[in-house]
Each structure stands twice: as structure tokens, then as C-alpha cells.
Nanobody
Framework: QVQLVESGGGLVQPGGSLRLSCEVS???????MGWYRQAQGKERELVAH???????NYADSVQGRFTISRNNAKNTLYLQMNSLKPEDTAVYYC????????WGQGTQVTVSS
């Protein structure tokens, strides 16, 4: 069973930055990977994904502020989040966009003054 462990969340003021990490218990070399978020009372949404070749795509709401990256040697996915806004507050998860593995516990990001 694949395990996904997200970390790096926290409380940050508007305009601040955070870097999230996701450690995967198996190789991610051959998988497109993505970051999702779920705000309270809302459905989980895909905010960024990165292909095997390193091509990245972002939701309009985070374009220009978030950067997804991967380290295949460490089986780790990252999300650099800059210029954070209160509406970015959510639990953030990583997973494969196609054929999801079991979800991890996520990491809480709270943007508030």
C-alpha cells in the first residue's frame, strides 16, 4: 500500500510563503503527480500537477504564485507557495491525478493576519 506523507503547512500571514513536501513510499518516476487542496465545506480540487517530463500545469487561482516540482531520486513532490492569500487556506494533499493512491493525512495551510 502506497503511503503519502505531506508536510510543511502552517499559519502564515497574507503575502507570505510556505513550501510543502510530499514523501511517497514508492517510486514516482513514472507518475504524473499533483497537489490538491480542500477548503472547509468545499470539494477537493487539483491545484497543480507535473508530468513525468516535468511539464507543469496550474489552476488559474494559483497560476504565477505556486510552483510544483519533483525529486524522483527522493520520491518527493514539492509545492512552493508564494504571495499567499486567505482563500488559499485549506488542507493540502498530494496524489496521482489518474488512478489515485490512498490519500494521506494532508497538511493544513492557514493564511490569516
Amino acid at each position: 500500500q502506497v503511503q503519502l506523507v505531506e508536510s510543511g503547512g502552517g499559519l502564515v500571514q497574507p503575502g507570505g510563503s510556505l513550501r510543502l513536501s510530499c514523501e511517497v513510499s514508492r517510486s514516482i518516476f513514472s507518475s504524473t503527480m499533483g497537489w490538491y487542496r480542500q477548503a472547509q465545506g468545499k470539494e477537493r480540487e487539483l491545484v497543480a500537477h507535473i508530468s513525468i517530463a516535468g511539464t507543469t500545469n496550474y489552476a488559474d487561482s494559483v497560476q504565477g504564485r505556486f510552483t510544483i516540482s519533483r525529486n524522483n531520486a527522493k520520491n518527493t513532490l514539492y509545492l512552493q507557495m508564494n504571495s499567499l492569500k486567505p482563500e488559499d487556506t485549506a488542507v493540502y494533499y498530494c496524489n496521482r491525478p489518474s488512478l489515485n493512491w490512498n490519500w494521506g493525512q494532508g497538511t493544513q495551510v492557514t493564511v490569516s493576519s
